[in-house]
């Protein structure tokens, strides 16, 4: 049994996978549906096929991407949706680059010099981070994302409100 195969069988089961039953998963955020996993197994016969689904509700558009599985999929679909919201306040954008770099609060906090609970109060909007901290987040963000440090603090600042 392939992890293709593991993967559809954790979530949809043994009779499922030997039906080769499609599947089609929608998922929520703040009850509106952001997005959905569609599963069908490949037209050659040997594989299922995971297609995470964004909904750009703003733009009137949607994206989606194949995966290997589920989780993958999911996943996908969730930093998507993050990526579109990143606008939406700093706290936001900071929960969108934590899970682009795919990095712990804890680890930003130490790269950044500062405490954990710094990273948590901007991430709960309590306040915003002073300039040097603003400029070292966007060079730490900026140097793994390789997107121009000047572009991204524009990008960063249309997030402040």
């Given at each position: 049994?392939?992890?293709?195969?593991?993967?559809?069988?954790?979530?949809?089961?043994?009779?499922?996978?030997?039906?080769?039953?499609?599947?089609?998963d929608?998922?929520?955020?703040?009850?509106?549906?952001?997005?959905?996993v569609?599963?069908?197994?490949?037209?050659l016969?040997?594989?299922?096929?995971f297609?995470?689904?964004?909904?750009?509700?703003?733009?009137?558009?949607?994206?989606?991407?194949?995966?290997?599985?589920?989780?993958?999929?999911?996943?996908?679909?969730?930093?998507?949706?993050?990526?579109?919201?990143?606008?939406?306040?700093?706290?936001?954008?900071?929960?969108?680059?934590?899970?682009?770099?795919?990095?712990?609060?804890?680890?930003?906090?130490?790269?950044?010099?500062?405490?954990?609970?710094t990273?948590?109060?901007?991430?709960?909007?309590?306040?915003?981070?002073?300039?040097?901290?603003?400029?070292?987040?966007?060079?730490?963000?900026?140097?793994?994302?390789?997107?121009?440090?000047?572009?991204l603090?524009?990008?960063?600042?249309?997030?402040?409100?």
């Amino acid at each position: 049994m392939t992890t293709n195969e593991r993967s559809y069988i954790k979530h949809f089961g043994r009779e499922a996978n030997t039906a080769r039953k499609p599947q089609l998963d929608k998922i929520f955020h703040e009850d509106k549906n952001i997005g959905q996993v569609e599963t069908m197994w490949s037209p050659l016969g040997q594989f299922w096929i995971f297609t995470g689904r964004i909904f750009n509700t703003e733009m009137g558009t949607s994206h989606k991407l194949d995966h290997d599985n589920f989780e993958d999929a999911y996943q996908w679909v969730q930093s998507r949706h993050l990526e579109y919201r990143r606008h939406e306040s700093f706290a936001v954008y900071l929960e969108y680059m934590l899970s682009d770099m795919a990095i712990s609060k804890t680890h930003l906090a130490h790269h950044l010099k500062v405490s954990r609970q710094t990273i948590h109060d901007w991430l709960n909007g309590e306040y915003l981070p002073d300039v040097p901290n603003f400029i070292n987040l966007a060079r730490f963000y900026s140097a793994w994302s390789l997107v121009d440090i000047n572009t991204l603090l524009v990008d960063m600042s249309e997030s402040i409100v």
